[in-house]
Nanobody, 118 residues
Framework: VQLVESGGGLVQAGGSLRLSCAAS????????MGWYRQGPGKQRELVAT????????DYADSVKGRFTISRDNAKNTMYLQMNSLKPEDTALYSC????????????WGQGTQVTVSS
């Protein structure tokens, strides 16, 4: 599976961005997809996940109510709508894939940088 993220950029606090993650290759075995982020000097953090069947979602407490994860299965593309952005949301955002039968996310994109200015 190959993953390519897009949509990052520089935005002022309170603004919005929409990230996209396009998956290609052997996508039929995808169980779930997720967005991770790693800010400067911070550990990587799971931001949101969405399952392939049913579209169940889950969010980190830090983004609940502000971020929305979604997926277009026909396009094999996942999105992250980020509203009310805060400076602490500044990070490299990467998408990842969890395949059926695997214990952890095994496929990763290169990431897209999100910078929120105060």
């Amino acid at each position: 599976v190959q993953l390519v993220e897009s949509g990052g950029g520089l935005v002022q606090a309170g603004g919005s961005l929409r990230l996209s993650c396009a998956a290609s290759g052997s996508t039929f075995g995808i169980k779930a997809m997720g967005w991770y982020r790693q800010g400067p000097g911070k550990q990587r953090e799971l931001v949101a996940t969405i399952t392939s069947l049913g579209g169940s979602t889950d969010y980190a407490d830090s983004v609940k109510g502000r971020f929305t994860i979604s997926r277009d299965n026909a396009k094999n593309t996942m999105y992250l709508q980020m509203n009310s952005l805060k400076p602490e949301d500044t990070a490299l955002y990467s998408c990842a894939v969890l395949e059926i039968g695997r214990p952890k996310y095994d496929y990763w994109g290169q990431g897209t940088q999100v910078t929120v200015s105060s």
